[in-house]
């Protein structure tokens, strides 16, 4: 009788643990099957407070779903940190974010719209005088741009730079938090980037990517940032570099669910949904770090036939490290 209680009181508790180990990873958007491994920048996984934030429309933007609102929110962003109101406000101009700790928060039901497919960047964060920005953040924002659910892509024209939210250069520890991005041409929805130096410890967490032109968000010549919690539709996501001159190193990539239906617009890259630690540019990329993902699903193409997701580790300048991603139903490993 006493060992029948003991052994209750035994699977009893291992179950309590297995549910508040299934609540925790569930809460921090783990993939199922992971074990949920704190994450280092477990802290910062939110968006910064705002301070003494205006609104756009205080400064001319109208956000009725017409009127293009580029030099409103130029003019809001130059004076302080915004808090978007309700409503669709079209930005076809680049609006440029060129002081450190500036802040975009949008509220519940904001749309951020691109209307026209050949515009470049929504956002720039770039310093004007070639020192380095730190801790800017956009977060909580719906961007829907022009693409189509199954994306299309072009390398050989201006909607190859039709991209939501971009870094440039020496951008450090800018957050990117639970924002919705989708329908964009352009390489990439979020890309950090520099000739050599890209920056460091950008964190994108806890956002929604679907129909990519290409990748989701890829860090270029960007070091110790972290990409993680994030889901992925028809997106790829890592880090890529255009040459072995670009810094890259310390980045992690986790907790991420990847699946494709449709396939991104790259037809060229015979994938319909990719996961990468860095594969391109001769690019030393040994020191980022892969771990925890999820990636599957398949899609079919009039030309290219049935495209599986991919994992691809494979890089000849020195791959990154991969531990324990899930390759699911569709998806294939490339080492």
Request: one cysteine or more.
């Amino acid at each position: 009788m006493k060992i029948a209680m003991r052994l209750s009181i035994i699977l009893l508790a291992g179950s309590m643990a297995l549910l508040s180990w299934r609540l925790l990873a569930s809460r921090n958007n783990a993939p199922a099957g992971n074990p949920y491994v704190p994450s280092p920048v477990a802290a910062k996984l939110v968006a910064p407070p705002l301070v003494d934030p205006v609104n756009p429309l205080n400064f001319g933007a109208k956000c009725d779903g017409k009127t293009d609102d580029s030099k409103g929110f130029q003019a809001a962003l130059d004076a302080g940190d915004v808090k978007v109101p309700a409503g669709t406000c079209v930005i076809d101009r680049t609006v440029k974010i060129t002081i450190s700790n500036r802040h975009l928060e949008c509220s519940p039901g904001t749309t951020l719209k691109q209307t026209n497919p050949y515009a470049p960047q929504m956002f720039e964060i770039v310093s004007s005088d070639g020192g380095t920005l730190r801790g800017n953040s956009i977060a909580n924002c719906v961007f829907v741009g022009s693409n189509e659910v199954a994306p299309r892509f072009f390398l050989d024209d201006a909607r190859h730079y039709n991209t939501p939210v971009l870094t440039r250069d020496q951008v450090s520890e800018f957050r990117l938090i639970g924002n919705t991005f989708r329908r964009f041409f352009g390489q990439s929805m979020f890309q950090t980037y520099g000739q050599v130096d890209g920056g460091s410890g950008d964190i994108i967490a806890y956002n929604r990517f679907e129909s990519c032109g290409y990748y989701g968000p890829v860090f270029v010549a960007h070091r110790n940032g972290y990409i993680g919690h994030n889901t992925l539709v028809d997106c790829a996501i890592g880090v890529e570099n255009d040459n072995a001159k670009q810094m890259s190193g310390g980045n992690i990539i986790e907790y991420n669910e990847v699946s494709a239906v449709h396939g991104y617009g790259a037809p060229d890259m015979g994938a319909a949904a990719l996961l990468t630690g860095g594969t391109a540019g001769d690019a030393d990329y040994s020191t980022n770090i892969v771990r925890y993902n999820t990636v599957m699903g398949a899609s079919k193409k009039a030309r290219e036939g049935v495209l599986p997701s991919i994992i691809w580790q494979k890089a000849s300048g020195g791959a990154a490290l991969y531990l324990q991603n899930t390759c699911g139903n569709g998806c294939k490993v490339i080492q």
